[in-house]
């Protein structure tokens, strides 16, 4: 059974459920057994008693005192050998007529003193096991005077052994489908039960692949409380990523005012003759300007994760960025080879998955000189997209693979840039969950995988 399952909600009052349906047939099925072998043995009670009485008004005392039978008892029991009834007559414990069911088996006959008008239930030790036996004294009128009669008529306890089996089978059958459809019930009304939260999980689903920006307002009363505060939720996280934009967007432009006074102060002193510090502040602008690009885009990305919904198609993003790199780059003339799923959809803020193909395309336009390549698919088993960027440039040596992702680093001043490409790249990919890596490509110059989480379908 799937782990998950188990520590499910709907386990826990399933198996609940069964555990308890389980105890309740069990005790009733242990409670009806018991109420039937009370009537069973209320039913052969009640059967001696019918038999002693007519044992007694069948009984003829001859002129000796010994006692006959005018006829035979009406239950035909009484004449089949080991069916484990059988009576009994008696007189000053000698046992003097029986029953032929009794063969050469008498019933115990007891040492205690018997009233005239008392019938007495005793339960005795016979020789195929204990016995319950009904017996009264009865003193013939007229005749001889002799000691009275005992008359026993008993029955076998097994006789009611024998007679639960076909009463407990059936139960036990019938017990069981009732549990069955006891729990079949249970879990039937469980899953209805938790289709509201089963619902829930859906919308929560739809909301963070992006096909809905809220939940739905028409759940159950007992849910609904939880629906709202999620939407506020959902809501309140929304208004704060707007304000952090805004926020990184106002410091942006606060501070280019500064930094472009700064650069322009270089140029000044740069003409007046003072080039050494003109160089210093020029340099210290630049990487002014670098650390807040970068922390700026850090912010934003960082910002757009927390939202929930936001999913980027991969294809038209490099279609826009392919049509932008071929009209800057038209005097090289490159080839691009596009081959990207249409199934491809990456879970990250469409600006920013932008912001990362651009850089990658854009180095691959940088270094390339006749063609690039980009290829897209999905890997099914790890759930994610991967974009694959190469160039035929003159490719980067290994020692420098991990160089080009540290913040301003340039291995060749001459190409313009600034630096941050690679390292904007890779922290916009490590906040979504993805990753960023080298290689060499097929075709002698680099090649960039981007590997970034499949939106859900």
Known sequence: MNKSFLRSLRARLIIGAVIWI?????????FIAALFRQ???????AELRNHLEELVSLIDVDTDGFPHLHRLPSDPVFGEIGSGYSWQVSRSGESL???????????????????????RKLVL?????????????????????????????????AIIDRMLPTFNIPLTFSLALLALALIVAAALQVSFGLRPMSRLRRALGAVGSGKSAKLPGDFPSEVQPLV????????????????????????AHALKTPLAVLTDESHRLESRGQAETAAVILQQSQRMQ???DYQIARARAAASRSVPGVIAPVVPTVSNIIAAMKRLYRAKNLRMDVDVDARCVALCDPMDLNEMLANLIDNACKWGTQAIVIRGFMD??????????????PGLPPESMEVVFRIGERLDEQVPGSGLGLPIVRDLAQLYG????????????????????QAPA
């Open 97 to 119: 007529i029986k029953s032929t069911s009794a063969s050469t088996v008498e019933l115990p006959i007891p040492d205690d003193a018997l009233g005239a008008n008392e019938v």
């Open 125 to 157: 030790k016979g020789q195929r096991g204990p016995m319950t036996v009904f017996e009264r004294l009865y003193a013939p009128e007229g005749g001889m005077p002799t000691p009275p009669l005992r008359i026993q008529v008993g029955a076998e306890a």
């Open 228 to 251: 709202d505060d999620l939407n506020n939720l959902i809501e309140v996280n929304r208004q704060m990523v707007l304000r952090a934009r805004a926020q990184a967007g106002n410091l």
């Open 434 to 453: 993805g990753e960023i890596r080298l290689e060499h490509s097929t075709k002698g110059g680099l090649k960039a995988i981007l590997k970034l989480p």
């Open 290 to 292: 670098r650390q807040i």
């Open 39 to 45: 009537y069973a043995t209320e039913l052969v009670d």
């Open 380 to 393: 099914e088993s790890r759930n994610e997209d991967v974009i694959a960027v190469e160039d035929d440039g």
């Open 22 to 30: 389980a105890i309740g047939v069990y005790a009733a099925g242990i």
